[in-house]
């Protein structure tokens, strides 16, 4: 199976499970009255919606390089992550609204039993297909899904918040627990959504590779060092599942084509070798030895 179909049909599996879980926190939550389970019911709306964002990015991000796109269409991505995150951000909003208005006007809750079974249920099922989808996003190198990933992890703390909520309001009868409750599922979520368009943004802003990656990059150029004289202006950067990686190396002049050619080549192996998904550019210097003139004391 090629990397996009892994991609787009573990998103499609999202997609399918956000589904069914809307469904069924709004039955339980129409049910039972509870503004904890319909928060979590908008914060599955939401993450329905990331799903098809996800899914079609990855599809996007596919793509391979054209005339208008030379370097690919990777970073759709990276503008995804930021939608999504955009999109927790408001779903947040919506719930600190309901479990603000349900304090002024609160309801008992009904059929708790249900209500807890159903948040129960819910977080099993995010926690499989988050770690599935998880799974995928780190063999692939895709945020996009990593960022569906996470939408569906802060799911499974909020869902077993929730039941423990509505535990407590049954054991205690205290129904002020409900909103308070799901405002903290708010705060949650909110956190989330700021990591998530943090890491989005930096990508687009061509942040460079992490210090061990570059380590690397380093430790591989100087295996090669017999045969180059010195490497300078290493610049990397990353753009969806790809990394960009380019620097200069200064070899000796009076090699030929052909070994300046291989010497370019071993190094691009070694590099996508070491690093999944990788362009490898390499700008070849000739080596000048720099004659220091004498002084006027006649010293070199």
């Known amino acids: 199976m090629n990397s996009w ?4 049909k573990v998103a499609l599996l999202s997609i399918f499970s956000n589904t069914t879980l809307i469904i069924m926190k709004i039955i339980a ?6 503004v904890s389970i319909i928060s979590e019911a908008i914060h599955s709306g939401m993450d329905l919606i990331a799903s098809f964002i996800a899914f079609f990015s990855v599809r996007q991000s596919s793509k391979p390089a ?6 690919g269409h990777g970073k759709i991505e990276n503008v995804s992550g930021i939608a999504e995150g955009l999109l927790i951000f408001v779903a947040a909003g919506l719930i600190i609204k309901e479990a603000i208005e349900k304090i002024y006007n609160p ?3 009904e059929l708790a039993s249900l209500a807890i079974a159903v948040m129960t249920a819910s977080a099993l099922i995010n926690l499989l297909v988050s770690r599935k989808l998880y799974k995928v996003a780190e063999e692939e190198d895709s945020m996009a899904l990593e960022a569906d990933a996470l939408h569906l992890k802060t799911d499974v703390y909020t869902s077993i918040g929730v039941a423990l909520g509505l535990v407590l309001i049954k054991v205690t009868g205290l129904f002020i627990l409900d909103p308070i409750v799901a405002i903290l599922v708010a705060l949650l979520i909110i956190k989330e959504a700021w990591v998530l368009c943090q890491s989005a943004l930096e990508y687009l802003m061509d942040t460079k590779l992490t210090d061990l990656e570059e380590d690397k990059i380093v430790e591989i150029i100087e295996k090669h060092g017999h045969k180059i004289k010195d490497f300078h202006k290493l610049k990397t950067r990353k753009s ?10 200064t070899v000796d002049p009076h090699l030929t084509v052909d070994e300046t ?3 370019v080549g071993n190094l691009k192996k070694a590099m996508c070798e070491e690093f999944k998904y990788t362009r ?3 700008h070849v210097d000739p080596y000048r030895e720099v004659l ?3 002084d006027a004391n006649g010293n070199a």
Do not use: A
């Not at 054209?66 to 370097?71: G, L």
């Open 261 to 263: 050619h291989d010497i």
């Open 5 to 8: 179909d892994r991609k787009s």
């Open 66 to 71: 054209d005339r208008k796109h030379p370097y």
């Open 107 to 109: 309801g008992e809750i």
């Open 240 to 249: 969806g599942n790809i990394k960009h990686i380019d620097f200069h190396i």
């Open 280 to 282: 490898v550019n390499v």
């Open 292 to 294: 220091q003139l004498p």
């Open 29 to 34: 939550g129409v049910l039972s009255g509870s």
